[in-house]
C-alpha cells in the first residue's frame, strides 16, 4: 500500500493458533507416533507464516485425537471463544481421525461466530522431510486472516464446512472430503477461492442450529458478541452400528446404562431390520416410550437417509425413530450430545 509516496506495509490480522497435538505435532516414540511438538516448535518449522499474519500460539492439549473426549470439545471451544475477543481468527491444529466431531462440535457451539475459524492438521508430522503439514497450516493461516466467519476445515487446499468434513482416507493427503454438501471454497497460490452460494446456503442452515441452541438460553445474535459459547453437551449418546445378525438387546444396553439418546447407523438409505427373530422395531418402540431419542443415520457416506423411501425405513419412522438425513455421522452425534433436532427430511 501506498501512502504519500511512501510505500506503507498493510496491517496483518492477528490469529490466534491453538494446539491440540495430533499426527501433525507427532515424533517417533518406542510404542509409534505420539504428539510432542509444541506450538512454538510447529511454528518455527513454517516462518513465513509470519508473512501471513501476527501469530501468538497456546499450546491447549497435546493428545492422539483417538484420545479427544466431548469434555476436550467444550475445552476447545471455550478457548476459541476467549481468543476472539483479542484476535481477527483462530486456527486450532488437531489430530486427523477425530478431527470431524470437533469441527461439528465447534460449528455448533460456537454460536453467530462473526469471525473465521478454522481446523487442521497433517497426515505426516511437520518433523517429517516429506509432509503436509506445512501447506495445510499455511492454507488454513489464510483462510483464518481472510476475515470470512465460520468454522471451517482445511486441508489439502480444500476449505470444508466444518460439520460437512469426514476423514475418508487413513494416509492419502487428501483425506477430508465434503459430504452432502460443496466445498466452501479452495486455496490457490496464497488466496482463497470461496463459493459464495455455498456459504449462503449452508449459512443458513447453520443459522438454524444456532437458533435452537440460542433459544435455550434466552440468547439473540445481537449479543454474541464476537460469539454466543453454547457448552453444554451431555456425551450419554449410544451409537449402533447394524449389522446382520444384530440381537435387539444391543440397542436397550441405552435404557439399562442410561443413556439419552440412541444413533443408528442403518444401511442404505435408512435401512432398519424388522424380520423376525431379530426385529429392531419392539427395542426401538421400548427406548422411545422411556424418553430416549432415537435418531437413524447411514454407514454410506454420501446422499444422507430417507425413511420414506423403503418399507425398512418407514416401519422405523412409524416407531418413532427420527431421520438425520443430510447430516454426516459425526455431525448427527454432536446434535443429539447438544439435544439440538436432527436435520432430518
Not at 89 to 112: E, F, I, K, P, R
Not at 269 to 283: C, E, H, I, S
Not at 297 to 318: C, I, N, R, S
Amino acid at each position: 500500500m501506498v501512502e504519500g509516496g511512501k510505500a506503507v506495509e498493510a496491517v496483518k490480522k492477528k490469529i490466534a493458533f491453538l494446539a491440540t497435538g495430533g499426527t501433525i505435532a507427532s515424533v517417533p516414540g518406542p510404542e509409534g507416533l505420539r504428539p510432542a511438538f509444541t506450538e512454538k516448535e510447529m511454528l518455527n518449522f513454517v516462518p513465513e507464516l509470519s508473512e501471513i499474519a501476527q501469530i501468538e500460539g497456546k499450546l491447549i492439549m497435546n493428545i492422539d485425537s483417538s484420545n479427544m473426549q466431548p469434555e476436550d470439545w467444550v475445552t476447545i471451544a471455550r478457548a476459541v471463544a476467549d481468543a476472539l475477543s483479542e484476535f481477527d481468527g483462530v486456527v486450532v491444529s488437531h489430530g486427523t481421525d477425530t478431527m470431524a466431531y470437533t469441527a461439528a462440535a465447534l460449528t455448533y457451539m460456537l454460536a453467530y461466530l462473526k469471525k473465521p475459524v478454522v481446523l487442521t492438521g497433517a497426515q505426516k508430522s511437520i518433523g517429517e522431510e516429506e509432509n503436509d503439514a506445512r501447506k495445510n497450516l499455511i492454507d488454513s493461516f489464510v483462510v483464518a486472516a481472510s476475515g470470512r466467519p465460520g468454522v471451517f476445515v482445511v486441508f489439502d487446499g480444500l476449505v470444508l464446512f466444518g460439520d460437512r468434513a469426514s476423514k475418508m482416507k487413513t494416509m492419502s493427503f487428501d483425506a477430508f472430503w465434503s459430504v452432502n454438501a460443496p466445498c466452501a471454497g479452495r486455496v490457490r497460490e496464497g488466496a482463497v477461492e470461496w463459493d459464495e452460494q455455498a456459504l449462503r446456503n449452508e449459512g443458513e442452515r447453520i443459522a438454524e442450529v444456532w437458533k435452537s441452541l440460542a433459544e435455550k438460553e434466552g440468547v439473540t445474535p445481537d449479543e454474541a458478541r464476537p460469539v454466543f459459547l453454547y457448552d453444554r453437551l451431555d456425551p450419554k449418546v449410544l451409537l449402533v452400528k447394524l449389522y446382520p445378525g444384530i440381537e435387539p438387546e444391543v440397542l436397550l444396553l441405552a435404557k439399562e446404562r442410561g443413556y439419552h439418546s440412541v444413533l443408528l447407523e442403518s444401511f442404505g438409505a435408512g435401512g432398519v431390520t424388522f424380520r423376525p427373530p431379530r426385529d429392531l422395531l419392539p427395542a426401538i418402540r421400548e427406548l422411545i416410550n422411556s424418553g430416549i431419542n432415537v435418531a437413524v443415520t447411514t454407514q454410506v457416506p454420501f446422499e444422507g437417509v430417507d425413511l420414506t423411501l423403503y418399507e425398512v425405513g418407514v416401519k422405523a419412522l412409524e416407531a418413532g425413530a427420527v431421520p438425520t438425513g443430510l447430516d454426516t455421522r459425526e455431525a448427527a452425534l454432536v446434535k443429539l450430545m447438544l439435544k439440538v433436532p436432527p436435520s432430518g427430511r
